[in-house]
Each structure stands twice: as structure tokens, then as C-alpha cells.
């Protein structure tokens, strides 16, 4: 493998409400984003990425901020610069911008009527958007009054009262208080549910290991791998993942399962534990699922233990840099 | 929440909506947006800091005339070359227009809620002719406001000033609110460099002796006024002082406004469709 990581899976299926193909964008000599293909699919997708790695150039691409210098973006088969487009967008910037001099319900409604909804319509979806936020009943504070959590909310409510069907979220939870980023994770969960596209960009992996059915990791203005985190990491079989086993014969274990070729190590830290660094974890996982049944082994625990976002992602950039 | 009214050719085929309806819809829906944007930008410039400076502006210019008012003995001609053209023409009137007019896109891109625009589905072009609209109908109108003001101010002598300066101040607002406009959107400080462009371009080229000062505005207002004023004696008499100003006729620098105000919304309608803003977000 030498750049891309691709995976066939179910999302494949699904129509795209979004589609990069082949996009390229440069700012002079800088290339912002290289070569990207990707298809976004109703429900939420995860963009991470370390600074720099374009994250923030593919979302303003795909809001039509940008235009590409090669490929093309579509939403919905549109353009997405064209205006029509826009229709199908919901976004809601990481900039801490909005009218001040504005309450968070005016705010919302405005934005609503600029999206085209006639006015009685707007009324009712800048309540249900503001319902949705959880700010239905502190909406009428003015934004420069108003603490960053809610301004949040408010901003997220502009992005969806025109019920879009691609919601582009950059970094929602930067300085969010744990209790609120629960909350947000729960709206997102909601749009998912009523069969939106959710992208939503972030630095805070640990987060998108719960939220996220599908990843996009970029890196050095590419994407390096996409799908769901199981899956990269399914991909990424040949490094070495780290199982823990608690048993009582976690000896008598570590004696079976040394010779097998999954197997690259052993660590007995502890009485009763064993950790090793398996290569291809399906294959390990039959072979380890006959040995208990036929040995009768109880176990008190079995974990990977770097499947999460931070793992993957670190496999994902040193696996890129050396050319998997 | 209930589910999107995609427009989208598949929910066309589905709903079996004819897609001229749809589009008929579209562009309702589009022309509706339009009118809040206006009124939005109306409203967010009415009641801004420009609009104090306005004021204060205003009422300096209207003091200044009730103090002038009192000499003992003001004419139409006196009234038209010590009030109107150096202190409305020459200052007031350019400086309204770079509030209203580097401000109305130039604000929002450093207020960064001009993403808040571009996101909508608002065609770009459409953007950039409410902004236009509504930057020129504040510029026109409080300079129009302010002059008839002043020239009731003046008592019988400034009813006499006000015709001639009536139409060059309107088109001269205009053009310059254009200009403005279209710094603003060019640039990402846009007030700053249309006050410099005014200092240099519009002050000190448009003073100079020779042809330097055809590149000012300023010199095509004096030339409408000069003209349409002539039975109050205003513009340059005597062989030197035409010499020094060069004036062409009025009807030819009506002519050379009103292209320079369709160059001016044509390029700035070029600029800000195809422009990408990468300082938003």
C-alpha cells in the first residue's frame, strides 16, 4: 500500500450526500489538500487529523468557501460552490463569529430566513432547532452576553434550522465542559438518526471513538485512511496489537498460544495476566476462541488495548510515513 | 424535527413535483432571502459606530453653517465655495461613503460573519448587489439629507446652491460608495485602505494642477457642479485658473460617472463571486 488506506464496507452501499473526487487544492506553493476521493453517507463521519493535515481546507471546500484547483465536489450532484448546494449544508464554523448585537433566537431565525424559509415557517424550526441545542429557554439573551458553551449551541442551531442534509461541524467540542460535550454527542447522535450526514472535525480523538460510525484520518494534506475505526484497524493487521488476558491460567495460556504465528510476543506483568502483540487479531481470535472451548479455560477478562482513535491514528501516521 | 425538503433532482422525480415549479420555488425562496439581507444589512449599518460618526459629522457641518450664516453678506456663490464644496463635496460626502461603503462587505469579513453569507444559498452575485443597494441607498440618502439640510440652514442663499449640487452629490455619493465598496471587498482592511485612497487619490492628486486629478472623483462632482452652477458664477474664471483645472462639461463628466459606476459593480460583482475568503474560519 503506498498512500490511501480504502475499505469496502456497508457504507459503500449508501447514496453519497457528498463526494470528493480526486480534489486537489493549493494556495500558491502550499498544496492544501492532495488527491482526495472520498464519499460522505448518512450518518456521522469523524475528520481527524493533526494540525496542518487539511482538515480545515476539505471543509471549506466542501462548504464551498473554496473552489478545487483539480477534481470536483459534489452535494446532493451539485457543485458544492454553487449556491444551489448550500441548500443541502448545514455548517457550523470553529470561528467564536457571530452577530453579536443579536439574541440567540433572533440569530437562528435570521439565518433561517436567509436560507429562503418564509417566515412562519422559520418561526417553528428556529424552535425546534433551539429545542434541539437545548437552548430553547436561554435563547433570548443577547450572543455577546452569552458564555462560549452557549454560543456553541446557538451557532449549531443556525446549521440546522434549515434542515440540511450534510451538518459540518469543525471543532465542536474545543472548550466544552464535559456535561455539555455529552450533550452535543447526543444532538449529533440525533441528526444521525434522522438520516443526516454529519461530519464533524476534531482533534479530541477519545470522543470520536464513541461518537463516529466512520473516520476520515487525514495527514500531510491527504486522507490516509477511511472507515469505521474497527476496520482501519482490521487493515492495519500487519502492526502488532496489544491483547490483555485475565485468567487464572493465564501461564498455562501463555504456553499455547507462544507458538502460533499471530503471535509476535508474551508479557506476564502480573499473576494471572498475560499481554501480547498479535499480528492479523481475526485469525488470533478464532484460533484463541477453540483453545478455551477445548482446554476449558475460564477467563476473566479479555481487551485490546489500543483500538482507540489515538492508537489508530498514530499507527495511521507512522504506517503512511513509511509507506505501507 | 421534521426530515429536509431536499431539492434535489431524485426528490423532484420522487414527489413528482415538474421542476419548473421547483425552480419557480427556488428562486422565491432566493428572492425572499435577498430581501432579508437587505434589510439585515440596513438595519446592522443603521445602527453601527459609522452611523455616530455620521451624526456627529452632520451636525459639525450644519453648526458650521448657522455660524457662517451670520456673516453680513452671504451670497449663493460665497455659500457654494466656502461651505458646500470644501467642507460637503471634499469631505463629508467621501467620508460617509467610506463608513457605509468599505463597511458593509469589509465589516463582515473582519467580523468574520460574512461566512454566515456565504453559506446561504444565496447566489454570490446576488450577495454582492443587496450589499451594493443597500451601501449606496445609506451613502445617497444621508448625503442628500445632509446637503438639503444644510442648504436650508443658509436660509435663501443655500436654496439658491441647492440645485446645482443636488445631482452631482447624489452621483457622486454613488460612485464613491461603489468605490468603497469595492475596497472593502478586495482587501481585508478595506476602511483603512480607502482612507488612504482618499488622502491620496481623491485629496492630493485631485488638487493638483494638469490632468492628474481626472483619476478623482472628486474632480468630476466639481465639474456637474460647475457646470449646472454657472448662473452662480462657481468654478475656475480666468485663463490660469482654467488652465490650472482643466474642467470638462458637465454633461461629460456625468458620462464619465455614471460608466465608472457601472465599472465599479461590475468588477466588484466579478471580485466577490469568484473570491475566496480563507480568513473567515
Not at chain 2, 69 to 85: G, H, L, M, N, S
Not at chain 2, 151 to 166: K, M
Not at chain 2, 238 to 250: D, Q, T, Y
Request: charge should be neutral.
Amino acid at each position: 500500500m503506498t498512500g490511501n488506506l480504502t475499505i469496502n464496507d456497508t457504507h459503500r452501499s449508501l447514496i453519497p450526500i457528498a463526494e470528493f473526487r480526486s480534489v486537489t487544492k493549493w494556495y500558491g506553493a502550499v498544496i492544501g489538500v492532495n488527491g482526495v476521493s472520498f464519499q460522505l453517507a448518512p450518518g456521522i463521519t469523524g475528520l481527524l487529523g493533526p494540525n496542518g493535515a487539511g482538515k480545515t481546507t476539505l471543509i471549506k471546500l466542501l462548504t464551498g468557501q473554496l473552489r478545487p484547483n483539480l477534481g470536483e465536489i459534489l452535494v446532493q450532484g451539485l457543485p458544492a460552490w454553487s449556491a444551489a448546494a448550500k441548500r443541502h449544508i448545514g455548517y457550523c464554523p470553529d470561528v467564536d463569529a457571530v452577530y453579536e448585537e443579536m439574541s440567540g433566537r433572533q440569530f437562528v431565525l435570521t439565518m433561517a430566513l436567509l436560507h429562503g424559509v418564509d417566515r412562519s415557517a422559520a418561526r417553528d424550526r428556529t424552535e425546534a432547532a433551539l429545542a434541539d441545542v437545548g437552548m430553547d429557554d436561554r435563547a433570548d439573551r443577547t450572543l455577546r452576553g452569552c458564555s462560549k458553551g452557549m454560543r456553541q449551541r446557538i451557532k449549531l442551531a443556525q446549521s440546522l434550522v434549515h434542515q440540511p442534509d450534510l451538518l459540518i461541524v469543525d471543532e465542536p467540542l474545543n472548550g466544552i465542559d464535559p456535561v455539555g460535550r455529552r450533550e452535543l454527542m447526543d444532538f449529533f447522535r440525533r441528526c444521525r438518526d434522522r438520516g443526516q450526514a454529519v461530519l464533524v472535525s476534531s482533534h479530541i480523538l477519545e470522543e470520536m471513538d464513541a461518537l463516529a460510525e466512520q473516520v476520515i484520518f487525514m495527514g500531510r494534506g491527504r486522507v490516509l485512511a477511511q472507515g469505521t475505526l474497527a476496520e482501519i484497524r482490521q487493515m492495519l493487521a500487519e502492526h502488532p496489537q496489544r491483547v490483555r488476558i485475565r485468567s487464572d491460567r493465564a501461564r498455562e495460556l501463555a504456553g499455547h498460544v507462544v507458538a502460533w504465528s499471530q503471535v509476535r510476543g508474551i508479557e506476564l506483568p502480573v499473576e494471572n495476566e498475560i499481554t501480547l502483540q498479535v499480528q492479523q487479531p481475526d485469525a488470533f481470535f478464532r484460533q484463541f476462541a477453540a483453545l478455551i472451548v477445548e482446554r476449558r479455560i475460564d477467563l476473566t477478562s479479555v481487551e485490546t488495548t489500543d483500538v482507540s482513535a489515538e492508537a489508530i491514528f498514530d499507527y495511521v501516521m507512522s504506517a503512511t510515513a513509511g509507506g505501507i | 424535527m421534521n426530515r429536509p425538503s431536499a431539492t434535489s433532482a431524485v426528490s423532484v422525480a420522487v414527489s413528482g413535483v415538474p421542476a419548473n415549479e421547483d425552480a419557480t420555488s427556488s428562486a422565491c425562496s432566493v428572492f425572499s432571502a435577498c430581501r432579508q439581507l437587505l434589510a439585515l444589512t440596513l438595519r446592522r449599518q443603521l445602527f453601527s459606530r459609522q452611523t455616530l460618526v455620521g451624526i456627529g459629522l452632520t451636525v459639525l457641518c450644519c453648526l458650521i453653517v448657522l455660524a457662517w450664516d451670520r456673516q453680513k453678506e452671504p451670497t449663493p456663490k460665497k455659500f457654494a465655495e466656502q461651505i458646500v464644496v470644501p467642507i460637503y463635496i471634499a469631505f463629508l460626502m467621501p467620508v460617509l461613503s467610506i463608513g457605509y461603503g468599505a463597511s458593509v462587505v469589509g465589516g463582515e469579513r473582519e467580523d468574520r460573519t460574512l461566512i454566515y453569507l456565504l453559506i446561504t444559498p444565496i447566489p454570490r452575485s446576488w450577495i454582492y448587489v443587496v450589499k451594493y443597494l443597500s451601501a449606496n441607498a445609506l451613502v445617497a440618502g444621508w448625503a442628500a439629507g445632509t446637503l438639503v439640510a444644510m442648504c436650508l440652514l443658509a436660509g435663501e442663499h443655500g436654496r439658491h446652491a441647492l440645485q446645482p449640487f443636488l445631482a452631482a452629490s447624489l452621483l457622486g455619493s454613488v460612485a464613491y460608495a461603489g468605490l468603497f465598496l469595492l475596497l472593502g471587498t478586495l482587501f481585508r482592511h478595506g476602511t483603512v485602505i480607502s482612507l488612504a485612497y482618499w488622502f491620496f487619490l481623491e485629496v492630493l492628486f485631485g488638487n493638483m494642477p494638469g490632468i492628474i486629478k481626472r483619476v478623482s472623483v472628486a474632480y468630476y462632482v466639481r465639474c456637474i457642479i460647475y457646470d449646472a452652477g454657472s448662473e452662480l458664477d462657481l468654478g475656475p474664471r480666468g485663463r490660469v485658473a482654467r488652465e490650472m483645472f482643466l474642467p470638462i462639461s458637465g454633461h461629460a463628466a456625468i458620462i464619465v460617472l455614471a460608466t465608472s459606476i457601472a465599472l465599479l459593480l461590475i468588477v466588484g460583482l466579478s471580485v466577490f463571486s469568484r473570491r475566496e475568503y480563507r480568513d473567515l474560519s
